[in-house]
T-cell receptor
Framework: QKEVEQDPGPLSVPEGAIVSLNCTYS??????FMWYRQYSRKGPELLMY????GNKEDGRFTAQVDKSSKYISLFIRDSQPSDSATYLC????????FGAGTQVVVTP | GAVVSQHPSWVICKSGTSVKIECRSL??????MFWYRQFPKQSLMLMAT?????????EQGVEKDKFLINHASLTLSTLTVTSAHPEDSSFYIC????????????????FGPGTRLTVL
């Protein structure tokens, strides 16, 4: 069993829709929870991070962590074609452990 | 923000040759740099962790004699793929963890743009 599970998609949504992404994890030692965005053939860029259960909002992005269920989510409101990318969750307790990444396609 | 560069951005080489990839933190000093490998449609897999002035720590299954890492300064780390073979073809990404004061949280890493290696 992988430490971090993430559905690779692809996930296709129409422009303006809400994108919902999630990861599950098995190691309760993880302390920090991050979401990265990676465009094709580029390095990942940090979107959001959190270290506690609950919601964190930043513009159109909302990160949600449920430590009791070992479940994290990222929501993208009012999605745009420019949001088309691969989104990776990453968890940390020393080293970064990445999920497989979900490919998101936002169609105009 | 903190910027990490990689050079070259892509390289094609013949089987059996060695390739060096540079990773530089441009506007900050990095205590630790990390090297990842990413196969198509797969996640980033940590290969090794390097600290300035000391030997790199390799993840299980990564051959340290094949993937030579040098972290000679607080702004530069290099990965040399020795005697490259087609199965080494991949996307190699480095990241850097800043000295205290530049990070928003513990273990924040800034990623380079990646180097695509193709071995013929």
């Amino acid at each position: 069993q992988k430490e971090v599970e993430q559905d690779p998609g692809p996930l296709s949504v129409p422009e303006g829709a809400i994108v919902s992404l999630n990861c599950t994890y098995s190691n309760s030692a993880f302390q920090y929870f991050m979401w990265y965005r990676q465009y094709s053939r580029k390095g990942p860029e940090l979107l959001m991070y959190t270290y506690s259960s609950g919601n964190k909002e930043d513009g159109r992005f909302t990160a949600q962590v449920d430590k009791s269920s070992k479940y994290i989510s990222l929501f993208i409101r009012d999605s745009q074609p420019s949001d088309s990318a691969t989104y990776l969750c990453a968890l940390s307790w020393g080293k970064l452990q990445f999920g497989a990444g979900t490919q998101v396609v936002v169609t105009p | 923000g903190a910027v990490v560069s990689q050079h070259p951005s892509w390289v094609i080489c013949k089987s059996g040759t060695s390739v060096k990839i540079e990773c530089r933190s441009l506007d900050f000093q990095a205590t630790t740099m990390f090297w990842y490998r990413q196969f198509p449609k797969q996640s980033l897999m940590l290969m090794a962790t390097s600290n300035e002035g000391s030997k790199a720590t390799y993840e299980q299954g990564v051959e340290k004699d094949k993937f030579l890492i040098n972290h000679a300064s607080l702004t530069l780390s290099t990965l040399t793929v020795t005697s490259a073979h087609p199965e080494d073809s991949s996307f190699y990404i480095c990241s850097a963890r800043p000295l205290a004061g530049r990070s928003s949280f513990y273990n924040e890493q800034f990623f380079g743009p990646g180097t695509r290696l193709t071995v013929l």
